[in-house]
């Protein structure tokens, strides 16, 4: 009898009422939760910034700068070390990562070497292991030149650091705007990824970001009119730099740094008490009021000038000394001008510039939007699957259909528990778990009226459907689950997302499968004491079809190259549509602010911006647009300055729904990493393939796979569809959809070489095939009708990726028959390989068997 322990019992229903205790809170707003009793969970899934709006934006610190500020500070070293030591020299000049200096005196040479030491002693790096660093090495040439070369070592060291320093200024920046739970999390060795929800003005997160905001104060030289330092050579202990102001005004101004933003305790907007005018008020440490007390006194009737990264905030004449520590800046401030300028000065000067290369930004609106739509779609589908399982399967689908259910709450559950954050295509895995959640409930029905055909008593035929099912339902969810985590471990932001939901919804499925399902087959089985299958099971059918697939596989084999073929000349020389995630640029989509988008209108206003090539088309409804723009040529900041003026063109007339950039340093990352995800995830699964069967299937399994990944490469060039980062999941999901239905047909292949020793291998082949061929179809239908669902009314901004989807899906199916099991006849795979005592299989089988 099959038989559940009473704690095995409590425990499949514990952790059922548990998952729907801690998904419960999804269903509540955060006002009522904050109502809740503290002992009940309140924790909800985290929404990704595409389904509640914010920013997403990728910063690059410029190692450039910190190359020149190294080269900079060891000049100024060479130059102190040599005069303290009283050393004569002449030449000393830098240039990249090398400084070179000319000792006059040649007697002197070891002096020098010795007086340079301390600039070319190693670096300690400290943490846990301590160690070294020499940033500096110092080499002797002839004529007394000395030549000091800045390491590699020692500037990836110093761009580290610069990285861990920034993340610090950045989170205090994004923190003084107020906004809630923002991320701030390094990536690389040189990126920082700030995300931000509910962010409603991008803009101004961006200009706070890329700001170095190194303050100081500086005093005007007044020797030299600044007209003729500019027409002519400025003093050398001054330069020339500008305002501010539009049109900027030029100010001659001394290098030396009287008093720096590293002395400043606080900085905060207020306004000025005679003119009403914004204005930065700021207090200095001790000795920051010291020094500028003391610069103050010595200049009096003098201009100073307030220096913010090279430009001229104000230059104020000096009327009296400023001995209380504190002071004010003005410059024509906005009040959000203000209150920027003091969040900067409180947050710190970053070490060098951080450059934005990869904004994506998604209204408030657009994300509700999609929200909603992911809800329909979720809901359309979940009732086609529920549907379809009842028509085939009666009590059976019912039972199917109740872990199901519980499967979507175990998957809302984790989320919840991991604090895993859910985009729009997390969604859209959640979606396609359904469809194929019920693919092991099928495996397990089928192999359950499969014993009873042979005469097994339904009890022994429910026992065993269970057993033989437990072997290709792993194999089968393994493949899809090394699919997820390359998606993972390579994917960024929303593909992570998807691979999240898609890794949980096959591990909740594998414990429904074999949990809930097959208790409440016990439980029907005590209840209803049954001696045949229900008459709801309505898939024998499937067991009259007797095709001869092998029949045809030259045809198919023809076709499949053709196809294959034409794929391959059309990628190469058409190619596809590839988004701005491979080549760089611009999406913008927007929403007119009342009546419908006026695509001319919108191309006129636009071609006069000297960007490129920009192009705009219908999106959705008649009051959105989708505006690409080209890749520009002057690198990640002419991106950022295209984006700017597109908003001021448009903003009066629409509202930017979601903005999308990416320049080209990153561009060229996520293609690389596209394409190893693709090539690493085909490898994994290769040698899972050939660790579980023999190296015949493996190599069929590839063969299949490539054939498919070829096709759907083809489908993008036929279709114009756009190809992104999405497709890139998609094209992941398709190879482990893909190799899960080609698993299962190898499962019974070579369950079917153990018992027919002697068969040829066509017919072999052909059998396995039509007895698979019941789960084949049910699981394809229903995967495909949760994609359909999903295409029709789960938005447009993942259309894409669902149409690429269905056809995979299709063409999945398509190989794992005719594709992956007549490569075996080509690889000659022998009967001879699968030697094993049939009779002993036999017996493991029955002795798993329970008394009835």
């Known amino acids: 009898m099959l038989y559940f322990s009473r704690w095995k019992t409590f425990f499949i229903w514990f952790v059922v009422a548990m998952s729907v205790v801690v998904a419960a809170p999804n269903l509540f707003s955060d006002e009522q939760l904050a109502e809740f009793p503290s002992f009940l969970p309140t924790k909800k899934v985290t929404l990704g910034l595409d389904l509640q709006g914010g920013s997403h934006i990728m910063l690059k610190l410029e190692r450039a700068d910190i190359i020149k500020e190294r080269l900079e500070t060891t000049v100024g070293d060479v130059r102190s070390s040599l005069r303290d030591a009283g050393i004569r020299y002449t030449g000393l000049s830098g240039v990249g990562q090398r400084v070179q200096v000319r000792i006059t005196d040649a007697d002197k040479m070891a002096a020098a070497k010795e007086a340079l030491a301390l600039v070319t002693t190693p670096v300690s ?25 800045l390491t590699d070592a020692g500037i990836d060291y110093r761009v580290s650091s610069a990285v861990n320093q920034s993340m610090e200024v950045v989170r205090r920046r994004v923190d003084e705007l107020g906004t809630t739970e923002p991320l701030i999390q390094r990536q690389g060795e040189d990126r920082i990824i700030v995300q931000v929800p509910g962010l409603t003005d991008p803009q101004r997160l961006k200009a706070l970001l890329n700001q170095t905001a190194k303050l100081s104060f500086r005093m005007v030289d007044g020797t030299m009119p600044v007209q003729e330092a500019m027409n002519g050579r400025p003093p050398a202990s001054s330069e020339v730099l500008y305002s501010m102001d539009d ?45 500028f007390a003391q610069v103050t006194q010595q200049n009096v009737n003098r201009p100073f000038a307030i220096i913010l990264d090279n430009q001229v905030i104000s230059a104020p004449v000096i009327r009296e000394p400023i001995v209380g520590g504190s002071g004010q800046i003005s410059g024509n401030f ?32 657009l994300g509700a939007d999609s929200i909603n739509a992911g809800v329909v779609a979720s809901g359309i589908g979940a009732i086609f699957v529920i549907v379809f399982m009842l028509a085939f399967y009666g009590s059976f689908g019912i039972m199917a259909n109740i872990a199901l259910a519980a499967n979507i709450v175990m998957i ?42 042979t005469g097994r008593p339904l009890v022994q035929a429910i026992e065993t459907g269970f057993n033989k099912a437990f072997a290709t339902i792993l194999d089968a969810n393994l493949t899809t689950l090394i699919a997820a985590a390359v998606l993972f471990f390579l994917g960024s932001g929303p593909v992570r997302g998807f691979a999240v939901t898609l890794a949980v919804g096959i591990v909740t499925t594998v414990f429904t499968a074999f949990t809930m399902t097959q208790w409440l087959m016990a439980a029907w089985f005590r209840w209803k004491r049954p001696k045949t299958l229900p008459k709801g099971v309505r898939t024998g059918m499937f067991d009259t079809q007797n095709i001869r697939f092998m029949a045809v596989r030259n045809y198919t084999f023809a076709l499949a190259a053709a196809l294959s073929i034409a794929s391959l000349v059309g990628f190469s020389t058409a190619g596809v549509n590839f988004g701005i995630d491979f080549t760089g640029g611009s999406i913008v989509e927007v929403k007119a602010r009342s009546g419908d988008a006026d695509l001319a209108d919108i191309r006129e206003r636009l071609s006069g911006l000297n960007l490129g090539d920009i192009q705009a088309q219908g999106f959705g409804d008649s009051q959105s647009a989708l505006i690409r723009i080209q890749a520009q040529e002057g690198g990640e900041n002419a991106e950022q300055t295209a984006i ?86 998609a094209i992941l999901t398709i190879i482990g959809y893909s190799l899960n239905d080609t698993v299962v047909v190898y499962d019974r292949l070579r369950e079917n070489l153990r018992r027919y020793k002697k068969m040829p291998l066509d017919v072999l082949i052909d059998i396995s095939i039509n007895q698979t061929l019941s789960r084949t179809v049910l699981t394809g239908s229903t995967t495909l009708l949760a994609l359909i669902a999903l295409y029709f009314f789960g938005g447009e901004v993942i259309a894409s990726f669902t149409l690429a989807m269905i056809f995979g899906v299709i063409i999945g199916t398509f190989s794992s028959v005719y594709i992956a099991a007549p490569v075996l006849i080509a690889f000659k795979l022998r009967p001879e390989n699968f030697e094993k005592d049939k009779d002993a299989d036999k017996g493991k089988l029955d002795a798993g068997s329970v008394k009835a």
């Open 334 to 365: 906005t009040v959000d001008g203000a209150n920027d300028l003091a969040v900067l000065l409180r947050a710190g000067a970053l070490p060098a510039t951080l450059t934005v290369v990869e904004e994506r930004t998604v209204g408030p609106g």
């Open 247 to 291: 049109p900027p005004v030029p100010y001659l101004v001394e290098k030396q740094v009287l008093v720096s933003g590293e002395n400043l305790v606080d900085a905060q907007a207020s306004f000025n008490q005679q003119t009403n005018e914004p204005v930065v008020t700021f207090r200095f440490d001790s000795r920051g009021a010291q020094r």
């Open 125 to 149: 790096v400290g943490g846990l292991t301590g160690g070294t660093i020499q940033e500096v090495t110092i080499e002797e040439q002839d004529g007394g030149l000395l030549i000091l070369n």
């Open 644 to 729: 700017t003026l597109v908003r001021g063109e448009l903003e009066d007339k629409y509202e930017f729904r979601r903005v999308e950039v990416v320049g080209p340093a990153v561009s060229s990352d996520l293609s690389y990493t596209a394409t190893i995800g693709v090539a690493v995830s085909l490898l994994a699964i290769l040698v899972y393939i050939w660790f579980r069967f023999e190296w015949q299937f493996a190599l069929g399994s590839i063969v299949a796979t490539l054939h498919d990944v070829i096709l759907t490469l083809g489908i993008f060039v036929i279709t114009g569809i756009e190809f992104n980062l999405t497709s890139i999941a």
């Open 412 to 453: 809302l559950a984790l989320l919840s528990l991991i604090g895993s954050t859910l985009t729009l295509p997390g969604i859209a895995g959640i979606v396609l778990t359904m469809g194929m959640a019920v693919d092991s409930n099928v495996l397990v029905y089928e192999r359950i009226r499969e014993e009873v055909k």
